[in-house]
Structure formats: C-alpha cells, structure tokens
C-alpha cells in the first residue's frame, strides 16, 4: 500500500503541475482518485461504469455532430437504469427473504451445482 501511495501521489503532483499551464498530456494521466475507486468497487460495478462511458461518449459524440445533444436525455436514461436495478434488488431480497433462490448458477463459478444454494 505505501509504494501505491507514493506512485499515485506522484501521479497526482504531476497532474496538478501540468494543470497550470498549457498543457494536452494532464487528461492523459490516470486520477489516483479513479484509482481508488476502482480497487474498492467490485468488477461488475466497475466494468459497467467502463461500458456506460463508452455508450455515453458514443451518443454523445454522434449526438453533438448532428447539433442534437442537450445532455438531457441520456441523463434520464441512466436514472432509469439506476432506479430500476434498486427496485430490481428490492424484489430480489424480498423473494430471497421468502425462501426464493436463484434459478440457475450460471456465472456464480460453480456451474449447475446448486454451490449457490449449499444443496
């Protein structure tokens, strides 16, 4: 953990004195902030934020060469998204708490098992 905070507080100095003048590499060096983030979610949080970025600065893109974009509506698809994976997870510990398991153990790592279900 140290030799990772002395890498990323130096990557950190370097951007913040690259900041202050006319500079094109600053976006190119990688936030220690992002960093910790990243090592602290778990993959499937972190790998959907990657994807969702990619979409967003596709749509964006393409979206802004047609004189399109106002920014509005991808916003209110990604609160669709964030609202209905909580009341995704809402039912799922209701049916959890019910004694409703999982349907398969495809993507667990212990196949088809029942490693999920301890049976």
């Known amino acids: 953990m140290f030799v990772f905070a002395i890498i990323f507080g130096l990557f ?3 951007k913040v004195y690259c900041a202050q003048g006319p500079s094109k590499v600053t976006k190119y060096i990688p ?3 992002a960093f910790a ?3 602290l979610n778990t993959p499937s949080f972190t ?3 990657l994807i969702g970025g990619a979409i967003e600065a596709i749509w964006r893109t ?3 060469s047609k004189g399109m974009d106002n920014g509005i509506t991808l916003i209110v698809i990604a609160s669709g998204f964030v609202l209905g994976e909580g ?3 809402v039912v799922a510990l209701i049916l959890r708490s019910c004694g ?3 349907s398969s153990c495809w993507g667990c790592g212990h196949g088809m098992c029942s490693g ?3 049976g």
Do not use: E, T, W
């Open 116 to 118: 999920c279900s301890g």
């Open 87 to 89: 009341l995704i997870s």
């Open 100 to 102: 409703i398991g999982v």
């Open 37 to 39: 983030i990243g090592f």
């Open 62 to 64: 393409r979206r802004q």
């Open 47 to 49: 790998i959907a934020r």
């Open 31 to 33: 936030s220690g902030v």
């Open 12 to 14: 950190s100095a370097v």
